[in-house]
């Protein structure tokens, strides 16, 4: 079956420094790759996302880059600010499905 | 526009007791999901709808577990008895159903088995 590994579990930083999350996915037919964002007690929102011909994509602060052939793609947040502390989950997706497989989730703490 | 509306927010039962969630997806969405978030964990596919048909309910523990989503529009998910184990956040998600379209969560309802 499907195996979504997101590395690392935790991450804690600065204030201002970057945080860069790995999720590494074995299903060789996703084409659509997207990061949630779920702060304490709330949903899981949507934060940014990429599809298989997009190598890159940047939103502000917030960048996701993919590599199809070693089967990962990494969340980048620049700049980092407390209210980014959150748990981050990747959720890949395959090719004519509605199958989102999530990550394990990467708990970031941003130090103030 | 409204979201993803879930209730109730909070259940505490006792083992062995039922219960249901109620879950209504954002207007025009076709595509509806349930999920279970245990603690510290990514969220779990329980069922997938297309309107009002079941498609992908491998997840569901069948046993105890059922869901419904008679019009194509709001689902119910219910679990009789419920377990210990059963302790859980369970998410309602929606889309429009197209392989293009994100979906987008409700707050969830937790639920505490004791």
């Known amino acids: 079956g499907e195996n979504v590994e997101q590395h690392p579990s935790t991450l804690s930083v600065q204030e201002g420094d970057s945080a860069v999350i790995k999720c590494t996915y074995s299903?060789?037919?996703?084409?659509?790759f997207p990061w949630y964002k779920q702060e304490l007690g709330k949903r899981p929102q949507l934060i940014i996302d990429?599809?298989?011909?997009?190598g890159e994509k940047k939103d502000q602060r917030i960048a996701v880059t993919l590599n199809k052939t070693a089967k990962h793609f990494s969340l980048h947040i620049t700049e980092t600010q407390p209210e980014d502390s959150a748990v981050y989950f990747c959720?890949?997706?395959?090719?004519?499905?509605?199958?989102?497989?999530f990550g394990t989730g990467t708990r970031l703490k941003v130090l103030a | 526009e409204a979201g993803v509306v879930q209730s109730p927010r909070y259940k505490i039962i006792e083992k062995k007791q039922p219960v249901a969630f109620w879950c209504n997806p954002i207007s025009g969405h076709n595509t509806l999901y349930w999920y279970r978030q245990n603690l510290g964990q990514g969220p779990e596919l329980l069922i997938r709808?297309?309107?009002?048909?079941?498609?992908?309910d491998s997840q569901l523990p069948k046993d105890r577990f059922s869901a419904e989503r008679l019009k194509g529009v709001d689902s119910t998910l219910k679990i009789q008895p419920a377990e210990l184990g059963d302790s859980a956040v369970y998410l309602c998600?929606?889309?429009?159903?197209?392989?293009?379209?994100?979906?987008?969560f409700g707050e969830g309802s937790w639920l505490t088995v004791v």
């Open positions: 709808y297309e309107n009002e048909e079941a498609v992908d």
């Open positions: 990429i599809r298989s011909n997009v």
């Open positions: 959720a890949p997706r395959a090719s004519g499905t509605y199958k989102y497989i």
């Open positions: 998600a929606s889309s429009l159903g197209d392989s293009g379209n994100t979906i987008y």
């Open positions: 299903d060789s037919a996703s084409n659509y």
